[in-house]
């Protein structure tokens, strides 16, 4: 497995995770097996990474939130231009704030900010950035009244 | 890779497959590759699970039943709470009865029970329980007429 | 990890990655980590296939297409009938064009064809056959116009 990162020996991480290009894990990070996380990503103080996610360059992380099983981030919105691939480097920045929950299985699209608690429900589709303590669901995610 | 789980020699597991925490599978239980098991999950004789699922502790599934690729079940509604994460073990139930078809790549919310023979259309969000026989599809997931 | 397929030195494939029954992958096609492709699968040249997918036999990929991260392939509609799974080898033809685009996490249902150059949104769940150069998002998947 590829284990390239840059962090302190307070990081757990659960095997197998592929880990590319030396993203900055911060204090008391843990990362759930079968995930891969890229070049570049900063992730916050305290930030639980649940398994099966995937975290590309271009994606920031705060602290202390919760990623839920399989939550895959994205960084490009047109992959093929032309008839020709997006170049490596040429991403789109995702911000996710402080104290974020994202349920299971949700996917994030590129180039959108998720404000500090905010609540991702589970198995959304986050295509337009989500303002902070708002709670989105659904497939565009809009906005829901917690219950 | 993790494998501490309860059996005999008729369960077939695809590698690579974490198992955690002694979860007990029954006779001619499948698993494919790419997939998680937590503590205390039950699984009933006969079911086959396909790759990349992920299967928490606190969920219990019957006999027979086809779990599709993919398929994400949670086990906590609100993992953080006044800025604390859950405590481990503090978990919801999710039941699936006998004989349950859940397809591809569909997300189970916490706490739901999907009675016997039901059926959940690939790519569903199951926010509530599923009554025996149905079938529902979509996000949030909504009984549907069989064609 | 298993690897049993038919390509030349072009192919990049990273690790984890199970690959079952000698599919045809093409020049220059690269795989992700944690993705599984089975039997009879073909992919043309120059496709890329991000992590976590999962193509199943029956599937047939065209040439430069992008499989996102997360893309969940399926081949069989009904898996079990009168208590009984579907035999191996009576499934579904799913059939991808070339220059296609298949979002993160999208799920493809068994049996559908996407036309050339179609553009399947991140988190869409595709239940039927999508037009060449036609983009659709949603669940289910819907035409949408592009912004």
């Known amino acids: 497995m590829k284990k390239d990162y840059m962090s ?29 996380i890229g070049p570049k990503v900063e992730i916050g103080v305290g930030t639980r ?18 990623i839920g099983p399989h939550v895959c981030f994205t960084n ?21 704030g402080a104290d974020v929950v994202i ?3 949700a996917t994030i699209c590129p180039g959108v900010t998720l404000g500090d608690g905010c609540i991702i429900a589970a198995g959304a589709v986050v295509t337009k950035s989500v303002k902070a303590g708002q709670t989105v669901a659904g497939n565009p995610a809009q906005p829901m009244k917690e219950k």
Do not use: W
């Open 103 to 105: 349920g299971a299985n």
């Open 49 to 66: 990474i649940q398994g099966g996610c995937f975290i590309p360059e271009g994606v920031t992380i705060g602290s202390d939130c919760f």
């Open 76 to 96: 490009v919105k047109h992959p093929m231009k032309d008839g020709k691939f997006t170049d490596s480097g040429n991403y789109d920045r995702t911000r996710v």
């Open 8 to 36: 302190d020996a307070s990081v757990v991480i659960h095997e197998p995770c592929n880990i590319y290009g030396k993203p900055l894990l911060r204090r008391n990070v843990s990362i759930g097996a079968f995930t891969e």
